[in-house]
T-cell receptor, first 112, second 115 residues
């Protein structure tokens, strides 16, 4: 059974810092990995999707990397802003099957 | 539509009542998921629909939960004889078929409170 872990569970940083969020998974037989953002009381917003054959994806100040063999992904946020404050979730889609497995999320607060 | 639409956004009901939650996926998306997010908990998979294939119901927590998807588009999640532990946010997501990127897009969720 796939297990997805996100560390740290919560993070507070001053504005302008570069930061890294971690996601690890136990079964490397994945189809893709997706990073989401969730604001309080809202649904999930897709940030980046990395296919199993890819090493990284970039969107603006966000960069996600994938090391499938070691079961790890990182989300790098450059020059953090207060508007980046949210919960960040990673989800793994298996190589076979339909169920995405989500991590518990990292709650990020960026202080002005 | 432009995004995944869910209704109602909030539902308060009494224990023992039945509720229906609706999801309208992005036009053209053949895959549809229901997830549940309880307070302080992670996302829990409930059910998956793909085209005309039999749904994957492996995540439904009890036989009080059921879902259907009519015409390959709109889906309804029904909870019968609601219990207080059913209180949660029910999230719907859709994606293109798996053979493409398979990126999931979520709706804003339906917050269910069972008194």
């Amino acid at each position: 059974k796939q297990e997805v872990t996100q560390i740290p569970a919560a993070l507070s940083v001053p504005e302008g810092e570069n930061l890294v969020l971690n996601c690890s998974f136990t079964d490397s037989a994945i189809y893709n990995l997706q990073w989401f953002r969730q604001d309080p009381g809202k649904g999930l917003t897709s940030l980046l999707l990395i296919q199993s054959s890819q090493r990284e994806q970039t969107s603006g100040r966000l960069n996600a990397s994938l090391d499938k063999s070691s079961g790890r992904s990182t989300l790098y946020i450059a020059a953090s802003q207060p508007g980046d404050s949210a919960t960040y979730l990673c989800a793994v889609r298996p190589g076979a099957g339909n169920m995405l497995t989500f991590g518990g999320g990292t709650r990020l607060m960026v202080k002005p | 539509g432009a995004g995944v639409s869910q209704s109602p956004s909030n539902k308060v009901t009494e224990k023992g009542k039945d509720v229906e939650l609706r999801c309208d996926p992005i036009s053209g998306h053949t895959a549809l998921y229901w997830y549940r997010q309880s307070l302080g908990q992670g996302l829990e998979f409930l059910i998956y629909f793909q085209g005309n294939s039999a749904p994957d119901k492996s995540g439904l927590p009890s036989d009080r939960f059921s879902a259907e998807r009519t015409g390959g588009s709109v889906s309804t999640l029904t909870i019968q004889r609601t219990q207080q532990e059913d209180s949660a946010v029910y999230l719907c997501a859709s994606s293109l078929v798996r053979g493409s990127a398979g990126e999931l897009f979520f709706g804003e969720g339906s917050r269910l409170t069972v008194l």
